[in-house]
């Protein structure tokens, strides 16, 4: 056998061996829910999948992402010496499937707990959000009673557009209820008078009405359409870094952390929703 067939030999058999290790490597980070790209499985990052919703998660000013669930993540994550990574999940109806594939080591963006019990491994929940009518501030509606006959807007596939389809006497009574895309969609029209009322999150209600309009030209229902729970979703059955956040956010609850930070959302009623244990 001559050297340049040697070579050959050699140089062939080297890549078989680069590639069975990947593969290998690959099998087994499959079996153990890591594709590479999850990083708490080597106990270095911890990466959130967040939508953007204010004041829970959203681009501050210096273009960094901030908010109430993101401060909470952040903390956690340096407590427990991870680099934090904020992941926006632009399809929303993807969420599952990046948390599924490990894009994601879990899901904190104000999300809701009730009646996905059993979708995802859960944190314990820590904030009790309502969802509440905004209507202009010199209309003539005041109570859930007023909007009988009235055109309504929610954000497409929201849990505000959720709790009216859900409410049989409530969507009856309603004159029209409409999807937009999103807040400040529903907001414009609300006060261009296309629309009566929008259902919303209250503590994102206070957020637009506050920092996007200047406290003016809206008011809040003073009476709830629901009640809900969020909490953190982490992939099922993922109850080894479920345990590690829940038992961190325990110690950040105990030592006023969490308190302190929902303060700095007072102006949107942040610290009016946690849960403390």
């Not at 829910?33 to 499985?41: A, E, K, L, P, R």
């Not at 009216?164 to 309603?174: E, F």
């Amino acid at each position: 056998m001559n050297k340049k067939i040697i070579l050959i030999f050699t140089l062939t058999l080297a890549a078989f061996l680069m590639v069975g290790a990947v593969s290998a490597e690959g099998l087994f980070g499959f079996f153990n829910g890591s594709n590479g790209h999850n990083s708490t499985n080597d106990g270095s990052t911890f990466v959130v999948g967040f939508s953007e919703f204010p004041p829970f998660g959203y681009k501050g000013g210096n273009d960094d992402y901030t908010g109430f669930d993101l401060d909470l993540a952040k903390e956690v994550a340096k407590r427990n010496n991870w680099t934090f990574k904020a992941l926006p999940i632009i399809d929303w109806e993807s969420k599952e499937m990046e948390l599924n594939s490990n894009e994601i080591d879990c899901i904190w963006s104000e999300f809701t707990i009730d009646g996905r019990e059993n979708d995802y491994t859960w944190s314990n929940p820590y904030f009790n959000n309502s969802q509440i009518f905004v209507v202009k501030s010199d209309s003539d509606i005041n109570s859930l009673d007023d909007l009988k006959g009235k055109v309504v807007e929610a954000q497409s596939e929201s849990s505000g557009y959720n709790a009216i389809m859900n409410n049989t006497t409530l969507k009856d009574s309603l004159g029209q209820i409409h999807q937009v895309r999103d807040y400040d969609t529903a907001l414009m029209d609300l006060r261009s008078g296309a629309c009566d009322a929008v259902i919303m999150d209250s503590p994102t209600a206070n957020y637009h009405i506050v920092e996007k309009f200047n406290n003016e030209g809206f008011k809040i229902l003073d009476e709830p359409v629901t009640f809900e729970k969020y909490g953190v979703a982490f992939k099922k059955g993922n109850d080894g870094l479920k345990d590690q956040v829940q038992k961190t956010l325990d110690e950040m609850f105990k030592d006023g952390t969490v308190e302190m930070i929902a303060q700095n959302y007072s102006d949107y009623g942040i610290n009016e929703g946690v849960i403390y244990p």
